[in-house]
């Protein structure tokens, strides 16, 4: 079995696969790993991975040390199974690469943008030949309520929850409609415009915020919440003899 361990900006995300399927997901602090010695406690782990976007404290890095497995750390200079044509990829954030050798594991031969919505929101490009060409970057939902709240000063900090209309009718629904509306065109203007590109482009959606939102470009859309596990699992078999 491989053990996946993410550590992202707001929660590590750990997973345990057999070959391409996962046993089982667990969500913990990306300060503590407290959980890690209970999974390999209870599962029979061949080889791990570690992926993360942030500078690791003592005790995280105390926690990964004590694995009793070959351990992957994820970088640059790790070989992929896809080629990357990112200009700076030591500044390329794991979890944009992962997401994309995710989804083209799934779709070998396809062009696919990959649409990860968590603390920011990304957009990747790989095409049908396994070459990713780059992405791009923009806020997060939570990031776009900060900001509106933050850099006023006036606006209040609303949550997403809450009545919506087609145009608000107080500063809070004004607030939410604006964010949640202007998210919504911001990802269907770009699904439109790689398919104008790339007419049988599939496009897969991940990542922690939601995309509830109603579109008539449904077709070859996949949603797919462990795309960003599945890809570190791939990444690590890949490199099954390098560990």
């Not at 503590?32 to 209870?42: M, R, V, W």
């Not at 990964?64 to 970088?75: E, G, Q, T």
């Not at 500044?91 to 995710?102: E, F």
């Not at 990031?143 to 929850?161: C, D, Q, V, W, Y």
Request: proline share 5%; charged share 25%.
């Amino acid at each position: 079995m491989n053990l996946i361990i993410d550590i992202g900006n707001t929660v590590a995300k750990i997973a345990v696969f057999k070959d391409k399927d996962i046993v089982e997901v667990f969500y913990d602090s990306n300060q503590t790993l407290e959980s890690l010695p209970d999974i390999y406690a209870k599962y029979t782990v061949g080889k791990a991975i570690v992926a993360t976007v942030i500078d690791l404290n003592e005790k995280v890095l105390a926690q990964l040390a004590r694995l009793p497995v070959p351990v992957l750390w994820l970088n640059e200079k790790t070989p992929l199974p896809v080629e990357n044509l990112y200009e700076t990829p030591r500044t390329l954030g794991y979890d944009r690469m992962a997401a994309v050798v995710g989804a083209y594991e799934q779709f070998p031969g396809k062009n696919m943008l990959v649409i990860d919505a968590g603390t920011c929101i990304t957009y990747e490009f790989v095409d049908a030949a396994g070459r990713y060409h780059g992405g791009n970057i923009s806020p997060g939902v939570q990031m776009r309520f900060k900001a509106l709240h933050e850099f006023t000063g006036r606006l209040p900090l609303i949550s997403r929850e809450g009545r919506r209309l087609p145009l608000g009718k107080d500063t809070e629904t004004a607030i939410r409609e604006g964010v949640l509306k202007g998210l919504e065109y911001e990802i269907t203007g770009y699904i439109m415009a790689m398919k104008h590109k790339y007419p049988e482009l599939l496009v897969f959606l991940t990542g922690g915020d939601d995309f509830s939102f109603d579109t008539n470009l449904k077709s070859g859309i996949f949603a797919d919440r462990f795309l960003v596990l599945k890809g570190l699992n791939r990444i690590l078999n890949y490199n099954n003899d390098r560990i």
